[in-house]
């Protein structure tokens, strides 16, 4: 009856010692399918594409190149005076707005470069300035380049130079062949359009 009740015993601590190790290796199981889980879940999020920091296209409006300035000349500027790559002061002449987004401002700030100048000359040669490049502020004060190419021109005294070549040896051509044109004066308020020399993009929310 004693070996049999040992017997018992002996059966009985097995199926629990059995029992535990099945519920801890399921345990183990569980917990490393549930790591795996989270590890792939990880993984493919970071596989994603992060497309809500970056800015839309739909923010920013595109002002074209060669789009055209109106501007006024604030200074006075005469082809007696002015020297080659000075600047002249001018500003925008109007409000530019381009699909609802004020891009330019009248008032705005800006300049014209002299490429070329020259007084007025012997056998009636009038002077002359040459405008070819400039800039001025868009509304988030970023200066943008343009291109004004105009010459602006004095009067030629057409009389003096023909004179002066048909009469070059007589003293009275002489004379004449002195005489000069007249220069170039460019009052303020002088209205002018140049264009932008490059298109670029400005945000809609300025």
């Not at 040992?6 to 601590?13: Q, T």
């Not at 009067?155 to 051509?173: D, F, L, S, T």
Request: hydrophobic fraction near 35%.
């Amino acid at each position: 009856m004693k070996i049999m009740q040992k017997r018992f015993w002996v059966m009985f601590f097995c199926l629990i010692l059995t029992g535990v190790l099945s519920a801890e290796a399921l345990t183990d199981t569980r917990i490393s399918s549930t790591a795996y889980s989270r590890q792939y879940k990880q993984h493919s999020y970071a596989a994603k594409p992060q497309t809500q920091n970056q800015p839309s296209t739909n923010n920013f409006v595109s002002v074209p190149q060669d789009y055209p300035i109106p501007f006024i000349i604030t200074e006075n500027c005469s082809s007696e005076e002015v020297n080659p790559g000075e600047q002249i002061e001018i500003q925008i002449a109007k409000d530019i707005y381009i699909s609802g987004v004020l891009v330019f401002k009248k008032g705005g700030k800006g300049s014209l470069i002299v490429k070329s100048v020259k007084p007025a000359r012997n056998l009636g040669k009038g002077g002359y300035i040459i405008f070819r490049n400039g800039y001025i502020n868009d509304t988030t004060g970023i200066l943008r380049e343009i291109t004004f190419r105009k010459k602006y021109s004095g009067k030629r005294c057409q009389w003096a130079g023909i004179i002066g070549h048909a009469m070059i040896w007589n003293p009275v051509g002489w004379v004449v062949g002195l005489k000069e044109g007249e220069p170039i004066s460019i009052p303020a308020g002088t209205e002018g359009v140049a264009t932008l020399k490059n298109g670029f993009q400005i945000n809609k929310k300025i």
